[in-house]
C-alpha cells in the first residue's frame, strides 16, 4: 500500500499550488479520502474531506473558499488545489485513507508547502 503525495514547495503569499496523492496497493474508489497538514509544533489538522466518488466535500473553517479537494478514481489520484496561500497555510500536507480500523487506514509520507515572499 502507498500514498505517494506531491506539488508542494515554496510559493510566495496569494500564490497558488496543487498537490496530489496517488494511491495503490488498495481500492480507492472504495475509500473516502482526506487531506491533513501538520504545521510546526501545532497538532495535525483535517483540511478537507472528500467522498468516494468525489460528490461531497468538507473544509476546514481555515481554508474555506481558497481550497479545493477533487479525485480521479480512474488516476487513483486525489488532488488539492490551494489557492490565496497564506504564510499560516505553511505546513506538511499528507494524503489519508480511513478505513474502518487503522490497519486499514493509510498515510502518505506528506509533501512541505511553504508560503513566505
Known amino acids: 500500500v502507498q500514498l505517494v503525495e506531491s506539488g508542494g514547495g515554496l510559493v510566495q503569499p496569494g500564490g497558488s499550488l496543487r498537490l496530489s496523492c496517488v494511491a495503490s496497493?488498495?481500492?480507492?474508489?472504495?475509500?473516502?479520502m482526506n487531506w491533513y497538514r501538520q504545521a510546526p509544533g501545532k497538532e495535525r489538522e483535517l483540511v478537507a474531506v472528500i467522498s468516494k466518488v468525489g460528490t461531497t466535500t468538507n473544509y476546514a473553517a481555515s481554508v474555506k473558499g481558497r481550497f479545493t479537494i477533487s479525485r480521479d478514481n480512474a488516476k487513483n489520484t486525489v488532488y488539492l488545489q490551494m489557492n490565496s496561500l497564506k504564510p499560516e497555510d505553511t505546513a506538511v500536507y499528507y494524503c489519508h485513507a480511513p478505513g474502518g480500523t487503522p490497519a486499514y487506514s493509510y498515510w502518505g509520507q506528506g509533501t512541505q508547502v511553504t508560503v513566505s515572499s
Open positions: 496497493g488498495f481500492t480507492f474508489s472504495s475509500y473516502v
